[in-house]
């Protein structure tokens, strides 16, 4: 090993000290900025066409598909929950609020048993027009699906605008959705 080399390799871990102090002091900025989320997880679908899927139902309900997303011509989320998920329990409220407030909300059990997911409906309250079933998680694997609970906000024109990843919040709701809905409207 030349000398060259040698001075290369131990100057290389504080190469890499000095670009992980970089990363991290440009969070803390951001952090001090206020322009830091950290649940603005990258979306591939954000601009794009809704995927096209059909899911089933569990009875009572038909299941539905992205075209019924869509037929509305208005703005609506897709929310995909579970009933083992415990952010889709503190979020649950919160969904029934937008339910009340005439946003159509789309719901698709997220590799659930059915009788779990009628228990969890009945116990929460039920804020969805439809209910779907993907147990196998083939359509979530389409929405790029990093969990549960994960809610998708589609234009009236099929277009996804938004994303939120984990349990929805009043004040994710203020913050974020009613901007959105607002330009939407």
């Not at 000398?3 to 890499?16: C, E, K, N, T, V």
């Not at 059990?109 to 196998?136: C, M, Q, V, W």
């Not at 990093?146 to 990843?165: N, S």
């Not at 929805?168 to 809905?181: A, K, R, T």
């Amino acid at each position: 090993m030349t000398p060259l080399q040698r001075r290369s390799l131990l100057l290389a871990p504080l190469g890499a000290a000095a670009v992980g102090g970089t990363a991290f002091w440009m969070l803390l900025d951001r952090m001090s900025q206020g322009t830091y989320d950290p649940h603005s997880l990258p979306s591939m679908l954000i601009g794009k066409k809704l995927p096209d899927f059909s899911l089933p139902g569990d009875p009572p309900s038909p299941g539905f598909s992205s075209t019924d997303v869509v037929a509305g011509k208005q703005p609506a989320l897709v929310n995909f929950f579970a009933s083992w998920c415990i952010p889709c329990v503190q979020e649950a409220p919160v969904l029934m609020q937008l339910k009340r407030r005439g946003l159509p909300v789309w719901g698709i059990a997220y590799k659930d048993k059915t009788p779990d997911t009628d228990a969890f409906l009945k116990e929460h309250g039920n804020p969805y027009i439809r209910t779907a079933s993907d147990k196998p998680g083939t359509v979530a694997i389409n929405f790029g699906l990093y969990g549960v609970p994960e809610t998708y906000l589609v234009d009236g024109t099929g277009i996804v605008r938004w994303r939120w990843a984990g349990g929805l919040s009043d004040d994710v709701v203020s913050n974020y959705l009613n901007p959105l809905l607002q330009r939407l409207a």
